[in-house]
């Protein structure tokens, strides 16, 4: 018996077949319109390209596989994330964020939520599946968390979420549903990036929004309607080129993060190594329970930032760049965002490069060598 996963990965690379006729292409069409033929709009059909796309149904029908779940498909993963919010919170509401999630989120609650009249309790990810949720509307968490590599217990969080009466929203950008399905451990809505794995390739923005409840999907999918924060047509076609070879990146790049994670914490010069994929890491118990894989980001301490700029200066084979997920391994100082990390701290995404090559690389340009 083929595991869920590869069931799902052959699936996701013929989900088109039963709709094709003779002649059509195996490839998507990629079809760009802000308006279509509409004699009659009783009839049904595509009527003008905020409301729909062919394209990004295409899209959304390849992520519904990936998710389990019915999709909505977002310019990007903030997008994903304002639009699941906008559609679950209202004025008097209180929501739980994560004090050590991705930063933009706090900011878009800062910036709009708390104007509206929603209270804004944040916690620290590892505090999600112990806390009592009394009184609270929406539950948001994003385990392992970024850029720190903390869990929590979806299960156990969702448990206690639902026994308060909230819903939960799960940000599962850092894993992807190949390596950690929220919405089967009991979140009610998945939010990702696109931008990252999925589409893979740094080329891109891109989010979505996964959803089993029809009635919440339905407010998401007006959301993006009425604020007009539509993905183009042409970022959707390459998302779901980008997801044909998902699965593929992934056990890559997983496996290499492995190697490189266990290598960095042996390494004179490293302090700090955070890889949830680590016997000894805080994150792996959680995670090796109910994740199908330990991701390919990996954290660690460098005794500054300057010597952390020299080393990503000296490494030929890592990017210089914010984001992840990419087929290039990539990495930077969190703290230069304001992150609520150590000076020294990194960030590093690794991507499909050949481990020893890219091992090689790492250790020459890391201090001491
Ligand atoms: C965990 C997480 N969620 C959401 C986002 C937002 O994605 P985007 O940049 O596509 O808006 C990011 C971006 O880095 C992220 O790391």
Redesign the pocket.
Known sequence: MPDDNDLRAARLLHHRKAQLGPGDPISPPLISAATFHVPDHTLGGFTYGRAANPTWDTLEAQLSVLEDAPVVAFP????A?SAALMATLRSGARVVLPSD??Y??RLFADAFLVPMGVTVDYLPTQAFDSSDFAGVSVVFL?TPS?PGLDVCDIAETARRAHAAGALVIA?N??MTPFLQRPLDLGADIVVA?D??APSGHSDL???HVACRDTAILDRVRNWRRLSGAVPGAFEAWLVHRGIETLEVRLDRMCRSAGVIAQRLAAHSAVRGVRYPGLPGDASHAICARQAQGFGFLIGFELPSAPVAETFLAACPFLAQS???GATHSSAERRARWGDPVAEGFIRLSVGVEPVEVLWQAIAEALPGA
């Open positions: 990007s993963g903030m997008a994330i999630g991705y933009n989120t994003e970024n940000d950008t850092t990036a931008t990252k923005l891109a989010g914010t984001s992840f």
